[in-house]
DNA sequence: CGTGTCTGCCC
DNA sequence: ATTCTGC
DNA sequence: GCAGAATGGGCAGACACG
């Protein structure tokens, strides 16, 4: 038996262990296989087959190898290691899986129990490369390890020590691998206000799957339904592959840096190359490090694990890692303190390196609130009538004010003068508004020099003077905006002052940071205002206030207190505030009767289920059903499962020719028209997509809804007494109608 | 160079 | 964005 | 009630493709 042994100079992919390629024909390959075969296979295996598209780029490692002439042969002195494509026997993976190939995978994720398959990593020689790993960065299955752990509970208590506990151990062994391991975990790689993005969706993610397994697309994507996750599917597309010997074990440094590196790939061609690179990744993983990868380049890593766990976690590590014996207590107040730093200073960059400098406990004397770098803005809680608001706030003093339609903005101004604004998801969207940032000087009194104030930019007219829809400040362009050429003016609408010249104003009362920020900043209209509010108390009053608002194009109102627990600090309660939405009170806050069409399927956890459906208003004159929206969220897991059952039993090969859809918004299934649903919605929009009412309001664009969500099914109504497409203009245009009288109003006033 | 698709980010 | 659910 | 994970419409920008 010949044994393909890597020995000097192993190829590592922190040197770009993928440290050649080569091109080869499907000719090369057979030869290849056959020479392959020689070696490592006996007569224990079957076959050895090659999955290929045509031309293969074979990802290779330079390697010396004793006793393998016929493979040395091949390529002269070079010799090839064929990572990827070789594969072993009936593992082959056929092109449209029937679905017993899928169960089979599904049942047996590494194939052990596959009788056709005698190579695994005990009894094939090539599987047992022997070359010693020596890295200074701690392996990525590692990591993964950890994240399968967290994955397979759902007790938070149990996450935060498992997760703690892999913290503590990369403090005490590798330091530098607990920002990555953060970063990979979060599924980031950056601050978010730095702007860096791997620009990696789904479909590219299947591309490179499919270049690694040498299966089709369509075929990963039919498994991606079934088991409702790529990662699921690329894990088990690949442990069907037998590999000729085990790559070098990827490390958590090499992983972060190749995705960092996708990040900065652009141009033509990038797709391509962003592919190559994650190929060569996927082509170094091994068991759960490739559902791992999968995901979090997906940026979903579904395992129970997100921010606040994992602020949680590192707090906890932190502070066991110096003191094993740290009570309960000291260790909730430095997961408090490190919670509250961070809502400061979102950036991992700069609290995990002071976190090793200077503790927990001292970390806030050196991170904290900056201007220039976003603070995690306040939260609102959803609540479903003002009585629930008095409740709530009970005695204490509080204030509404209108909740204004357009985009959160944190305008921030630095000691230097310098501007930078930020979302409500601390991008950096400063490019966007440079209007903004000259009319500062006009709005600031001479008080103010460095601030930071929270608001709400809106789309506004300034020939009428009115507000206008967040639809159009959506069509704002979003780089290179020039002052002198913008299609979409904007206004600001203030509503809190967070820190001015010098001092935060985090912990100060509401009533107070409002004062402060109507004495040092001034109305200019049509660019800034302060948000319009009343310190109310009787809900007679609210309610009068909260359809004025609505009148005035707002979405309804924001209820906060004045005075006790009125501090800006989103770490102890993220969601003091509380928003009353107008759906409770006019407009299409009334909801609509729609019918089930279609629906897709489910992912994540709502695997084997439909995940969201697809909904038609009927159109009486033309007597067909028309696109309106899809809806995915207002049922329980139980009706969801009903759903499915019940709308199973009325699948249909192909649409109707009375169902009127676009060719770009088709569902996995489609359904005949037998169920009629009540939905709710905010807001009707025109769409780019959508069928409902088209010709009625624009010639050739249809209507939608803005979050739509599921109430119940009405099985009082049959499919043809579902909402009119007339009756869905008639509201598309009350809702117009609405906003004009608004701006007579305010004419008139 | 125009159109379609994908992604990220607003809500 | 809205909503549901285990802890 | 928190924290997380399902899911919505629709836009600009960046590429791919023909």
């Known amino acids: 038996m010949n044994i393909i042994e890597i020995n000097k100079t192993p190829p590592t992919l922190d040197n770009e262990m993928i440290s050649g390629r080569l091109s080869l024909t499907l000719k090369d390959l057979s030869v290849a296989v056959a020479d392959v075969d020689g070696v490592v296979v006996e007569d224990d295996v079957d076959v050895v087959a090659v999955e290929l598209a045509d031309c293969v780029v074979v990802d290779v490692a330079v390697v010396a190898v004793e006793d393998a002439g016929t493979v040395v042969a091949l390529v002269g002195a070079v010799v090839v290691v064929l990572v990827a494509v070789v594969v072993v026997g009936t593992t082959v993976v056929e092109e449209n899986n029937k679905p017993e190939d899928i169960k089979r995978l599904n049942d047996n994720n590494d194939l052990k129990a596959e009788k056709k398959i005698k190579i695994d990593e005990d009894s094939a020689p090539a599987a047992k490369m022997s070359f010693s790993v020596s890295s200074d960065s701690m392996q990525f299955m590692t990591l993964c390890e950890t994240l399968e752990a967290i994955e397979n509970t759902t007790k938070r208590l149990v996450i935060n020590d498992i997760l703690t506990n892999f913290f503590i151990k990369l403090i005490n062994e590798s330091q530098k691998d607990l920002l990555p391991s953060v970063y990979l975990s979060l599924n980031q790689i950056a601050p978010t206000f730095e702007g860096i993005e791997l620009g990696i969706g789904e479909t590219v993610l299947v591309k490179a799957v499919s270049a690694v397994t040498g299966r089709s697309i369509s075929a990963i994507r039919n498994d991606v339904k079934e088991l409702g996750d790529l990662g699921k599917v690329a894990q088990s597309s690949k442990s069907s592959q037998k590999m000729m010997y085990t790559p070098k074990s990827l490390s958590i440094h090499t992983v972060f840096k190749t995705f960092r590196d996708i990040a900065l790939i652009t141009g033509k061609d990038s797709v391509t190359k962003k592919v190559d690179k994650i190929r060569s990744l996927l082509v170094a993983c091994q068991g759960c490090e490739v559902k791992y990868l999968i995901r979090i380049l997906e940026g979903k890593l579904r395992i129970g694990l997100a921010e606040r766990s994992i602020l949680t976690s590192l707090g906890t590590a932190f502070i066991k890692a110096k003191n094993p014996k740290a009570s309960p207590e000291e260790i909730d107040e430095g997961v408090e303190t490190l919670k509250s730093v961070f809502n400061e200073i979102p950036s991992y960059d700069q609290i995990i390196p002071a976190l090793f400098d200077y503790g927990v406990n001292k970390l806030s004397e050196h991170c904290h609130m900056t201007p220039g770098i976003p603070l995690k803005p306040m939260l609102a809680h959803p609540t479903k009538s003002l009585t629930e608001v008095l409740d709530r706030f009970e005695g204490k003093?509080?204030?509404?004010?209108?909740?204004?339609?357009?985009?959160?903005?944190?305008?921030?101004?630095?000691?230097?003068?310098?501007?930078?604004?930020?979302?409500?998801?601390?991008?950096?969207?400063?490019?966007?508004?440079?209007?903004?940032?000259?009319?500062?000087?006009?709005?600031?009194?001479?008080?103010?020099?460095?601030?930071?104030?929270?608001?709400?930019?809106?789309?506004?007219?300034?020939?009428?003077?009115?507000?206008?829809?967040?639809?159009?400040?959506?069509?704002?362009?979003?780089?290179?905006?020039?002052?002198?050429?913008?299609?979409?003016?904007?206004?600001?609408?203030?509503?809190?002052?967070?820190?001015?010249?010098?001092?935060?104003?985090?912990?100060?009362?509401?009533r107070e940071r409002r004062d402060l920020l109507h004495q040092n900043f001034r109305v200019v209209e049509g660019k800034f205002a302060f948000a319009k509010y009343m310190d109310a108390q009787?809900?007679?009053?609210?309610?009068?206030?909260?359809?004025?608002?609505?009148?005035?194009?707002?979405?309804?109102?924001?209820?906060?207190?004045?005075?006790?627990?009125?501090?800006?600090?989103?770490?102890?309660?993220?969601?003091?505030?509380?928003?009353?939405?107008?759906?409770?009170?006019?407009?299409?806050?009334?909801?609509?009767?729609?019918?089930?069409?279609?629906?897709?399927?489910?992912?994540?956890?709502?695997?084997?289920?439909?995940?969201?459906?697809?909904?038609?208003?009927?159109?009486?004159?033309?007597?067909?059903?028309?696109?309106?929206?899809?809806?995915?969220?207002?049922?329980?897991?139980?009706?969801?499962?009903?759903?499915?059952?019940?709308?199973?039993?009325?699948?249909?090969?192909?649409?109707?020719?009375?169902?009127?859809?676009?060719?770009?918004?088709?569902?996995?299934?489609?359904?005949?028209?037998?169920?009629?649903?009540?939905?709710?919605?905010?807001?009707?929009?025109?769409?780019?997509?959508?069928?409902?009412?088209?010709?009625?309001?624009?010639?050739?664009?249809?209507?939608?809804?803005?979050?739509?969500r599921f109430i119940r099914i009405r099985n009082d109504k049959s499919p043809e007494n579902a909402t009119t497409s007339s009756q869905i203009a008639n509201l598309y245009q009350m809702q117009a109608v609405i906003n004009n009288n608004s701006k007579n109003d305010d004419d008139l006033e």
């Open 397 to 510: 003093p509080f204030t509404c004010e209108y909740k204004y339609d357009g985009e959160r903005a944190q305008v921030h101004r630095l000691a230097d003068g310098s501007i930078k604004i930020f979302s409500r998801n601390s991008e950096d969207m400063t490019d966007k508004y440079p209007d903004i940032m000259e009319h500062i000087p006009e709005i600031i009194t001479d008080g103010a020099q460095s601030f930071v104030i929270d608001a709400e930019v809106v789309a506004f007219d300034r020939l009428k003077n009115s507000i206008l829809p967040f639809q159009v400040l959506s069509t704002r362009k979003r780089k290179d905006v020039n002052t002198a050429n913008i299609q979409v003016q904007v206004s600001l609408y203030a509503f809190d002052l967070l820190f001015l010249n010098g001092k935060s104003l985090l912990t100060t009362t509401f």
């Open 538 to 708: 009787t809900t007679e009053d609210i309610q009068y206030f909260l359809d004025d608002s609505v009148k005035e194009n707002c979405e309804g109102l924001m209820v906060k207190t004045l005075v006790e627990e009125s501090s800006y600090e989103p770490s102890k309660r993220s969601r003091n505030w509380l928003k009353v939405k107008k759906d409770y009170v006019s407009g299409i806050g009334d909801s609509v009767d729609l019918v089930v069409i279609g629906a897709y399927h489910g992912k994540g956890k709502r695997v084997g289920n439909y995940g969201g459906f697809l909904l038609a208003c009927y159109d009486d004159q033309n007597e067909e059903y028309q696109t309106i929206c899809k809806i995915g969220t207002g049922f329980s897991d139980s009706d969801l499962g009903e759903h499915t059952t019940f709308l199973n039993n009325h699948i249909i090969p192909g649409p109707k020719s009375y169902y009127s859809y676009a060719d770009n918004a088709k569902p996995d299934v489609w359904f005949d028209a037998v169920q009629v649903w009540e939905i709710k919605a905010a807001d009707l929009s025109i769409s780019p997509v959508y069928r409902a009412g088209v010709g009625l309001v624009d010639s050739s664009k249809g209507i939608s809804l803005r979050f739509p």
